[in-house]
């Protein structure tokens, strides 16, 4: 059982750019049972003071101001888990997101069962 009470809804922070990709997220995990915020870009999402209450985060590696790798390697200060989603999946960010301790990094179109079978690990 995670440090999370049983009748308490995982927090989700979604940050992309690409407002159909947010959607779509936010539509996948709320058929889910999970709650989400959704921000358009990782300073937003730094400033809302949500960091600390969010039981992952979901980002995109290429977006505007602090990007996808930052904001993991930030959150994996905090020990809050992060799945990064990339359309260019190059040998450097494969590296970068490993040293970020990202928990996953899918390319883009990808898989949702790969991202709901991780979902269910992480947050079981």
Do not use: W
């Amino acid at each position: 059982m995670s440090s999370q009470s049983s009748n308490t809804i995982p927090l989700i922070a979604v940050v992309d750019d690409d407002e159909d990709v947010r959607t779509a997220l936010y539509d996948l995990l709320g058929s889910l049972g999970y709650a989400a915020k959704l921000y358009e870009t990782a300073d937003a999402f730094l400033v809302s003071g949500m960091a600390s209450q969010v039981a992952c985060v979901i980002s995109d590696v290429q977006i505007p101001g602090t990007n996808g790798l930052q904001l993991a390697r930030l959150m994996h200060a905090r020990n809050v888990p992060t799945i990064l989603i990339t359309a260019f999946p190059t040998p450097e960010v494969e590296q970068q997101a490993e040293a970020a301790g990202v928990r996953m990094l899918l390319v883009k179109p990808f898989d949702s069962d790969r991202l709901i079978a991780e979902l269910g690990d992480l947050l079981a």
